[in-house]
């Protein structure tokens, strides 16, 4: 057996259920009567408080880390330089591209501050959920203490409403159940008891002696030797497991990091070339340097940081409304490029309501149809052809009587509230009292009245009770098919009351086997008349009993899960359980949805903890089904699964999901039924708790990338075409006197189209319908660049296209302004209009652009201008802007413009179709020639 310590923090390395009372005892130097308060006390001082110990940085160091990106650095940098050349230059002002680019950058550090910090914040749920108070004994006396204060030899008391303050090796247990849910995932309460499991690496779901730190006594009481606290408790693994745990950087961010890096060596690269060529050129210093910062603010795309939060946020909109919550905003996109999900099976694949879904009666067998608790569903009887819908009340009175016994032996209650069904109390006698209701068999348990009750006890395996009815008295047993037909003389069968022979149990506990091997949970009926008399119940009245049936549940899957599963399918992505729940039953779930079949390989918990990290990472590929899984198991196969390369969600609703859900590339909680701590440690929530929701969130994923490749291929073109009609304005200087005289673009018109472009075109942009089939093809290429055939071909042909405009009307209309005076001197108005007409072109070439961007590959031609309302009203916007700057006086001013003659736009309006034209051509050669498709 490999039990590497590197291999998944091996939870269980002292493997306390396999060692008896007096080895613990013994290796912990204590008894039955606990430490003394001196030892206890020293050890306190020793090993420290019975508490989380967390690591939380301030919020004044999380917000200064949101400025630790290098385009941050870079943009910093420009509003830095400009800032100087204003304070040292009277006669240049830049303030105003020193605000925008502080703008950009405050923004994005905001945004990134409030969405970080999910390790601490799970974490510090995961704190407030431990104990405060416990019943120790010490020195033979029992006490009340801080639960802080617990040490390893203390002798704990646990009872039914209390958490457990510690891990525990119980000694002494009295119908003691825990609802270990958090840890497992296991919606029953687990049956404990004090008996040694002489098997090592089991599940916590298996370790059957133990009790662990933040689980809920529901039932009975208990006392166990403490043998963990703080930080080595199962608690305090998840929580080391969280803290060190790194954000996972989502292939979003990723593609933007190395396209940042890429943008920051162009732009210092040519920036540096531009600053050298004005100086070769013979332009002084200042002015070479102005220039090359105006290249600088050119490319750099400073609004990108905001462009890319807002596409997000926009998606997370859309996604809440179908009830996918994002608390992490890259992940609205990383879902479009999943390749795995790991998903729990409870409550997610299912409902996490026990449902009968099949009765044996009378050596018949019934199907019932319905999922949940609501108490809606038809009777089948099953034929060998076919199954024929009944009535239960017009069938022979044994399945009445089955169906009336779970109802009565029963302490659950059914409740509805809000159109929705819930069960206060056990699940499986919630799903009894369903079964019953579905068949109104309810319509005369009012006449029945219970007067006493042999509650169930996991060492008994029954449960009974005791009813009168007017002048009678009858008693129904519930509990395993084994037990209860040891109880049974007789059986009812058509109506009849007969011997129960030798061969018939036989034939009943077959039945009973088959039905186990679908991974039901079996619960058979019996029942008796009793005295007239008769008041109290006690356990030697429960011979000679009538066995009616046995009702077979389960938690079915949700009816819409499966064909989720086949959308997965079709869109490329692999569905793998991982569940606490045992392996048959996590098998036969598998079955049903369609993600499983016979021969497939699964793991247990068992199999994981004797393999090591190399072993599972050679067949996690080919492994669909994971049952009796710990929190490290989880932990493990997601790490293995992204050393292969895949994307993987993760799903969970405990405490024991938080590591796997922070590790994951994202990870979804359970908005309903899931901890305080699943939902801290996840990026995305789901509202109802349904498998469908994140299928339908995996279609918006991969809609934010489609529009966000389309923002890319729409902002990177045109901001390097402003940069490169500064560049080469500077090397055109020495031939074209107009150049040398004035750039073409100030620096502030640059800062001004960027900004309202991002706002006003490239939003409205983002806002662009889902394309059809987006669940058809694969999940895209993690290895496919942003900077690819396609980019640098649209970055080409826009940046010709807008040189060309720039260039020939600053050139056209400028030369009139060389020789504009009457004196020969040059006309400085009408070299600013010149210049203005010149600002003008290139925001038309973007608005020109813009409605051939709205689709990577189709034509303009193929969809209606109409369909997407939010770029006609940015389109009016934009313009309108423009003409505000261009013709109002104090706005002049400050974009240093000026208003040019009417007779100018006709001229201008030839550059709104240049980049349109071109693309489109673009495009039906590509389309034709059938490129990067």
Known sequence: MKNNKNDANNYNLNNYHSKTTEE?????????KGLSDEDAKLRLMKYGPNELKIKKRSPFIRFLLQFHNPLIYVLLAAAVICAFLTIWNEDI??????????????????????LEGKAESA?????????????????????????????????????????????????????????????????VPAHKNDEVINRQNLSLSDQRCMA??????????????????????????????????????????????????LIIIATVFFTFINFILGVVM?????????????????VIPEALPVIVIALLAIASVAMAKKNAIIRNLPAAETLGCTTVICTDKTGTLTKNQMTVVKIYSGRKIYVVSGVGYKPEGKFMLKNKEFNQEINPLTQPMELIETLRGGYLCNNAHLTEEKREYCIIGDPTEGALIVSAMKANADLNVQ??????????????????????????????????????????????????????????????LKTAHEMAKGALRLIAIAYKIADKEKTNLEENDLNNLIFSGIQGMIDPPREEVIDAIEKCKSAGIKVVMITGDHTETAKAIAKQIGFYKEGDKFLSGEDLANLSDEDLYKIVDEILVYARTSPEDKFRIVKQLQKKGQVVAVTGDGVNDAPALKNADIGIAMGISGTEVSKEASDMV?????????????????????NFRKTILFTIPTNVAQGLIIFFAIMLAPFIPLFALRLPLEPIHILWINLTGAVFLTLPLIMEQKEKGLLKARPRDQEEKLVNELFI???????????????????????????GNIDGTTDLLLLTQAQTAAFMAVKLVHIGFLFTARSIYSSAFTFSPFSNKWIIIGITIAFGAQLLITYIPFLQEIFRTAAFPLEWWPVLFLTLLSAFVAVEIEKFLRGKFKKDK
């Not at 390893?152 to 159940?177: Q, T, W």
Request: contains cysteine.
């Open 24 to 32: 613990i005892f013994s290796s912990l130097s204590t008894n039955s």
């Open 93 to 114: 002002d830049m303030w105003s591209e020193v605000m925008v680019i502080l703008l950009c950058v405050f923004l994005n550090a905001i945004v990134g501050f409030i």
């Open 123 to 187: 974490i510090e749920a995961l704190r407030r959920m431990t104990v405060h108070g416990c019943t120790v004994i010490r020195g033979g006396k029992k006490k009340n203490i801080d639960a802080k204060n617990l040490v390893s030899g203390d002798i704990v008391e646990i009872e039914s409403g209390k958490k457990v303050p510690a891990d525990l090796r119980l000694f002494y247990v009295k119908n003691l159940e825990i609802d270990e849910s958090i840890l497992t995932g296991e919606s």
């Open 212 to 261: 662990f730190s933040g689980t809920y006594v529901t039932r009975g009481l208990g006392n166990g030797v403490v043998v963990a606290t703080s930080m080595k408790t199962e608690f305090g693994k998840i929580a080391e497991l969280v803290e060190e745990t790194h954000e996972i950087s989502t292939p979003l961010t990723k593609k933007i990091n190395e396209f940042t890096k």
């Open 282 to 298: 013979g332009f002084s210093l200042i002015y070479s340097f102005l220039a090359s910062v105006s290249f600088a603010v050119a």
């Open 447 to 508: 006449n029945f009245h219970k007067t006493d009750e042999i509650p169930f006890e996991s060492e008994l395996q029954y449960m009974a009770t005791l009813h009168s009815k007017e002048d009678s008295r009858i008693i129904y047993v519930k509990g395993s098919p084994e037990k209860i037909l040891e109880m049974c003389e007789y059986q009812l069968t058509d109506g009849v009351i007969v011997h129960l022979t030798d061969i018939e149990r036989e034939e009943i």
């Open 686 to 706: 789901l509202a109802d708790d349904n498998f469908a929701t994140i299928v339908n969130a995996v279609e918006e994923g991969r809609h934010v990338w489609k």
């Open 793 to 819: 071909t649209r970055l080409a042909i826009v940046s010709i296209m807008m040189i060309v405009s720039a260039f020939g009307i600053y050139y056209y209309f400028g030369n009139f302004a060389l020789n």
